[in-house]
C-alpha cells in the first residue's frame, strides 16, 4: 500500500506561483510512476503532468512551460510548480502513482494510488 498526502494548495492571484508536494509512504518511490491530475467543479478529473521512474515527464497542453514536475527519491516526494498561473487553474489537484509507463501515464485509470487532494483557487 501506498499513502499519499498532498500540500501546497491556497489561495493566490492570477499571475503568482505554488508549489504543491506529494510525500509518499513508499520506500521504493522511486520505481514508481508520480502524476498530478486536477478536477475542477462540474468536470471530470484531467491530466496535469507526470514524471516517471525513468525520469521522463509528460504535460497537458493547457500546463506545457507553465507548469514543472519534479521528485526528490531520497525525501520520497514529488512537486508541481506552477508559474503564471490562470484562474482556469482552479481546481483540486490530486498527486497519483502507479507502476506505469509513459504511454499510460495521461489516464487516470491507470494508477493504483491517489492522494486526498488540495485545494488551488487562482482568482482574477
Known amino acids: 500500500q501506498v499513502q499519499l498526502v498532498e500540500s501546497g494548495g491556497g489561495l493566490v492571484q492570477a499571475g503568482g506561483s505554488l508549489r504543491l508536494s506529494c510525500a509518499t509512504s513508499?520506500?521504493?518511490?522511486?520505481?514508481?510512476?508520480m502524476g498530478w491530475f486536477r478536477q475542477a467543479p462540474g468536470k471530470e478529473r484531467e491530466f496535469v503532468a507526470t514524471l516517471t521512474w525513468g525520469a521522463n515527464t509528460a504535460y497537458a497542453d493547457s500546463v506545457k512551460g507553465r507548469f514543472t514536475i519534479s521528485r526528490d527519491n531520497a525525501k520520497n516526494t514529488v512537486y508541481l510548480q506552477m508559474n503564471g498561473l490562470k484562474p482556469e487553474d482552479t481546481a483540486v489537484y490530486y498527486c497519483?502513482?502507479?507502476?506505469?509507463?509513459?504511454?499510460?501515464?495521461?489516464?487516470?485509470?491507470?494508477?493504483?494510488?491517489w492522494g486526498q487532494g488540495t485545494q488551488v483557487t487562482v482568482s482574477s
Open positions: 513508499r520506500r521504493t518511490f522511486s520505481s514508481y510512476t
Open positions: 497519483a502513482a502507479g507502476r506505469l509507463s509513459l504511454g499510460r501515464a495521461t489516464n487516470s485509470a491507470s494508477y493504483d494510488y
